[in-house]
Structure formats: C-alpha cells, structure tokens
C-alpha cells in the first residue's frame, strides 16, 4: 500500500493547478489520468478547435481578397494539412503540461484507469493497475464526455462527435450536423470554410454572430435547418451526406 496525502483523479483543467497548489504545500500527490493530460479543453476542445479556425478564417478572408483590391486566384485548402497543424501544436502543449508536472516537486504523475474505493471512517483507496494508493483526500477532476442525441436510428450510423471529427485525416464531401449549439455552429463554419457541404440540424443558436450560420447561398456557408423561426420546428429536409456529427454536448 502506497501512502500519500492526497490523490487527484484526472489531469484535466483543474487537476494540475489543485495537485501543484498541495504539492507546493509540502504535502506529498499523486495524479492519476487515464490518457492525456489536459482534458478536454486542450485535447479535444476549445484549443484544437481555435487552432482549425485560425485555419479555416485565412481560407475565408482569402476568398474575400478580391473586395479588398487583392486578386488571390483560386483558393483550395490542404485539409490533411491543416489537421496536421492543429496536432502538432496540441501534442506540444500536452508535452509540456506532461513535463511540468513531472518537474513538480512531491508530485507523482500516473497514467492509467484510476478505481476508487472510498471508505466514511477511513482512508481512501484507488487502485491503478496491479497498484494500491492510499490518501485521506481525494480529488475528482473527472470532466465530461461527449453525449449523442436520443434520435432513433442513429445507433445504427457510423456517427462522429467533436472528438472524431478531429481525428479526421480527409474533408468529408458533405457533412450534417446533429445539434446547434455553439459546438455544432462551430465545427459548421470550419468544415464549410475548408469545403464541405455542411447542414446544421437545429435548433440553432439564436444570436446572430459569425458562429451562428443562417441559410445563405455563399460557398463557404453552412445551411442551418430547425434554426431560430417557429414555423420550421418540426419540418421536414430529407438531405444526404457522406458523413454525420453528433455535437450535442457533454456529459
């Protein structure tokens, strides 16, 4: 049996700060992550998703060069490369997430799938691996996971969620997605700005800022169905795709 002072269960947004903060106290803490440091938010989050639309605005402010005075030609965007891109810099982040945390001082980074075994009148236990940890105070930094809509019939489609539709390595042709939430509208601008035929099922958010598409006939534009008007609650666009996301939220 391992002894420690306290044991943090995840490394994601507010696992690392709270596993410092003790271990800087002099007390002695183990984190235990099940697969990345850095959750969602640097995973498959708000920072791959920034990074794909740094991406995805240079495509579009260079297909509007022309309203400018700046004659571009055709514009075409390297999909595979632009994926490429966002993985370089999200596996530097994490790398150096990783090694700050083993630099930390009373600090023992573990990787694995943590079990717990809580005890009201004693020490808790978890257990990783064939390893035994013991702690007065556990910490749950446990995050969310991404959650598909109750829609009948989609259990029987090869659906992606946000995590999915990141690890994509070629553009799909057409793309709907199931939610329009600011998950949902984001991944929509992108992936029509990088050239997918991109249908948001609603109902989409109803603020009107660059992240909340409307019907358009531009290119670059994703069709929104079931968006903000009550008389579209409820109808009906039968519309093919190559491809379906489920981005609903999280759990």
Same mark, same amino acid.
């Given at each position: 049996?391992?002894?420690?002072?306290?044991?943090?269960?995840?490394?994601?947004?507010?696992? #690392?700060?709270?596993?410092? !903060? +003790?271990?800087? &106290?002099?007390?002695?803490?183990?984190?235990?992550? *099940? %697969? /990345? =440091?850095?959750?969602?938010?640097?995973?498959?989050?708000?920072?791959?998703?920034?990074?794909?639309?740094?991406?995805?605005?240079?495509?579009?402010?260079?297909?509007?060069?022309?309203?400018?005075?700046?004659?571009?030609?055709?514009?075409?965007?390297?999909?595979?490369?632009?994926?490429?891109?966002?993985?370089?810099?999200?596996?530097?982040?994490?790398?150096?997430?990783?090694?700050?945390?083993?630099?930390?001082?009373?600090?023992?980074?573990?990787?694995?799938?943590?079990?717990?075994?809580?005890?009201?009148?004693?020490?808790?236990?978890?257990?990783?691996?064939?390893?035994?940890?013991?702690? #007065?105070?556990?910490?749950? !930094? +446990?995050?969310? &996971?991404?959650?598909?809509?109750?829609?009948?019939? *989609? %259990? /029987? =489609?090869?659906?992606?969620?946000?995590?999915?539709?990141?690890?994509?390595?070629?553009?799909?042709?057409?793309?709907?997605?199931?939610?329009?939430?600011?998950?949902?509208?984001?991944?929509?601008?992108?992936?029509?700005?990088?050239?997918?035929?991109?249908?948001?099922?609603?109902?989409?958010?109803?603020?009107?800022?660059?992240?909340?598409?409307?019907?358009?006939?531009?290119?670059?534009?994703?069709?929104?169905?079931?968006?903000?008007?009550?008389?579209?609650?409820?109808?009906?666009?039968?519309?093919?795709?190559?491809?379906?996301?489920?981005?609903?939220?999280?759990?």
């Amino acid at each position: 049996m391992e002894q420690f002072d306290a044991i943090v269960i995840g490394a994601g947004q507010a696992g #690392p700060g709270v596993a410092a !903060d +003790l271990a800087g &106290r002099g007390r002695k803490v183990a984190v235990i992550e *099940l %697969d /990345q =440091v850095g959750g969602t938010c640097l995973n498959h989050g708000c920072r791959p998703t920034k990074a794909l639309r740094a991406s995805a605005a240079a495509a579009h402010r260079a297909r509007r060069a022309a309203d400018f005075g700046v004659h571009t030609g055709n514009v075409t965007v390297d999909f595979g490369a632009v994926m490429r891109r966002m993985h370089t810099m999200i596996d530097s982040w994490v790398t150096g997430l990783r090694d700050w945390m083993e630099s930390v001082d009373n600090l023992e980074l573990i990787i694995g799938r943590a079990e717990l075994h809580s005890s009201a009148d004693g020490p808790h236990r978890v257990t990783v691996g064939d390893r035994e940890l013991q702690a #007065p105070e556990i910490y749950l !930094d +446990l995050g969310a &996971r991404a959650v598909a809509p109750p829609i009948p019939g *989609l %259990d /029987q =489609v090869n659906y992606l969620t946000e995590v999915e539709l990141l690890q994509l390595t070629e553009l799909p042709e057409s793309l709907i997605i199931i939610g329009g939430s600011y998950i949902g509208c984001e991944f929509g601008q992108m992936f029509a700005r990088f050239g997918a035929q991109v249908t948001i099922v609603g109902p989409v958010a109803p603020r009107r800022t660059t992240m909340s598409p409307r019907r358009s006939s531009t290119p670059s534009a994703p069709r929104a169905y079931g968006s903000c008007r009550p008389e579209q609650r409820g109808s009906r666009h039968p519309v093919r795709t190559s491809r379906c996301s489920a981005t609903t939220g999280r759990r």
